[in-house]
Structures are given as structure tokens and as C-alpha cells.
């Protein structure tokens, strides 16, 4: 139930100018989320929304990508290190080990990091490669998530 509200708020904040917990409490309630007020404060944190000025100068409840791209790097090494136990590279391909069912998911998250230099990824059950630009930055790759396994 959280994710789905967690979801209908960045919904609300991107089609509407919301600018109060208030606001935001009114039009989760008229879409059928009966939430109270501490709630929203809460989620509102969860979510680690931030005020930035619109156009018209006013202020509304956005995303803030600076934050969510350091969550996401933290969760992302945390799981890596639960999930994976074996990093290779050869010429421009990383070739990650993960226990059995785990491959994809660490990928996906490795493909929503914005690495550079990656080309693209390919994963399996228990393996994923990682397709680089060059040689030297799959080797730069391989040794920084071995760092974390």
C-alpha cells in the first residue's frame, strides 16, 4: 500500500503545483488514499521531496534527482554486496557472478546509475555482463565493484 501511495504521490506532485502537505493530503484523499496528515510528512521524507520555484515563481514539492542518485548508489552497493560474489572483466566486457536469481535485479540497478562508459548490459539467472566503451573502463569497473563484494 505504501509503494502504491509513494507512486500516486510523485504522480500528483508532476500533474499538479502542489505546494502544502495540505494540498497534497486533499488530492490523496480524492484519489481514495485515506491517509492522515503525519502520514503525508512522513512520505513526504520517505520520498525526500524537496520545494523548488516553478516558473510563475511559486514554489512546489519536486524531486530532488542529486538525492535520489545518492540513495540509490547506497542501496545499490549494499544489495551488490549481499548478492554477488565474483567481478572478471575481459577487454571491454565486466562479467559479474551473482547467487542463484539475483543477477537481474542487481543489474537493473547497476543500469539505473548513469555509469559512464557503459554500453549496455546483458543478465541472466546467476551472471550479467556489462558491455564498455573501451578496454581500460571495464577494468575500471571490475575493480571498483570488487571493492564491495
Request: aromatic share 8%; hydrophobic share 35%; charged share 25%.
Amino acid at each position: 500500500m505504501k509503494s502504491k501511495r509513494h507512486q500516486k504521490i510523485l504522480e500528483l506532485i508532476q500533474a499538479n503545483a502542489v505546494d502544502t502537505q495540505e494540498e497534497l493530503l486533499r488530492l490523496l484523499r480524492e484519489n481514495g488514499y485515506e491517509v492522515t496528515q503525519a502520514t503525508v510528512s512522513r512520505d513526504i521524507k520517505e520520498l525526500r521531496l524537496i520545494k523548488t520555484a516553478s516558473s510563475n515563481g511559486k514554489y512546489r514539492y519536486s524531486v530532488s534527482t542529486r538525492k535520489q542518485q545518492s540513495d540509490l548508489s547506497s542501496q545499490f552497493y549494499a544489495f551488490f554486496s549481499k548478492s554477488v560474489y565474483g567481478v572478471d572483466y575481459c577487454k571491454n566486457f565486466v562479467v559479474v557472478k551473482c547467487h542463484t536469481g539475483m543477477a537481474n535485479a542487481v543489474c537493473e540497478m547497476l543500469d539505473t546509475m548513469d555509469i559512464n562508459g557503459i554500453v549496455g548490459t546483458l543478465s541472466g539467472d546467476n551472471t550479467f555482463f556489462v558491455m564498455m566503451r573501451e578496454d581500460k573502463m571495464a577494468q575500471e569497473l571490475a575493480e571498483e565493484l570488487s571493492k564491495y563484494m
